[in-house]
């Protein structure tokens, strides 16, 4: 069964700054992708970034970045230069190939950014 | 662009009654996903269809809920004699089936429906 772990707390921070978001998983299916979801306080669910368990580089997109590190099984989410518009909640998520086709994720990250 | 569209956007009903919601997935997608968010925590897997087929249910769908997919479009939630437990936000996702073993899909969710029991 696959497990989405998400610890940290809320977090607070600065306009401009970068923040780290950790997430780690837990699976036994060789290939499987990695997602990352912004909710803001509006709701909807939002797709921010994909990392599949053989791509061999970091994924991407704009001013998100995941730092992939599949030996320790973690899939950090960077948000480089904050904006006020990042204050949301942040899901990490898994899909497993060759297991169910349940996206699975975890309890989230609290952001808020501040002026 | 028409993403995925759910209705009612805010639903309020008595403990006992019946509740019916709906989601248009994205017009080429044909995986449809069901999942429950409570306050505090990551949406829950309750159900998907590929096509009109339902493959999968969670064991949190209890026999008071039931999904359909007629025609492989547009797909139905219902919930019967809904309880205060059942109060949450339902969100609905589509995706394309993967071709390819080694890419998996995003899910793209709708806006979910607010479901208040009283």
């Known amino acids: 069964a696959q497990k989405i772990t998400q610890t940290q707390p809320g977090m607070f921070v600065q306009e401009k700054e970068a923040v780290t978001l950790d997430c780690t998983y837990d699976t036994s299916d060789p290939s499987y992708g990695l997602f990352w979801y912004k909710q803001p306080s509006s709701g909807e669910m939002i797709f921010l970034i994909y990392?599949?368990?053989?791509?061999?580089q970091n994924a991407t997109e704009g001013r998100y970045s995941l730092n992939f590190q599949k030996a320790r099984k973690s899939a950090n989410l960077v948000i480089s230069a904050s904006q006020l518009g990042d204050s949301a909640m942040y899901f990490c998520a898994m899909r497993e190939v060759y297991g169910n086709n349940r996206l699975a994720f975890g309890k989230g990250n609290q952001v808020v950014v501040i002026p | 662009d028409t993403g995925v569209s759910q209705d009612p956007r805010h639903k309020i009903t008595k403990r006992g009654q019946n509740v019916t919601f709906r989601c248009d997935p994205i017009?080429?997608?044909?995986?449809l996903y069901w999942y429950r968010q409570t306050l505090g925590q990551g949406p829950e897997f309750l159900t998907y269809?590929?096509?009109?087929?339902?493959?999968?249910k969670s064991r949190l769908l209890s026999d008071r809920f039931s999904a359909e997919r007629p025609k492989g479009s547009f797909s139905t939630l219902e919930i019967q004699r809904t309880e205060q437990g059942d109060s949450a936000m339902y969100l609905c996702?589509?995706?394309?089936?993967?071709?390819?073993?080694?890419?998996?899909?995003?899910?793209?969710f709708g806006n979910g429906t607010r479901l208040t029991v009283t």
């Open positions: 996702a589509s995706s394309l089936a993967e071709s390819e073993l080694w890419a998996v899909l995003p899910l793209h």
């Open positions: 269809f590929q096509n009109e087929a339902q493959l999968e």
């Open positions: 990392q599949g368990s053989y791509d061999q």
């Open positions: 017009s080429e997608h044909n995986r």
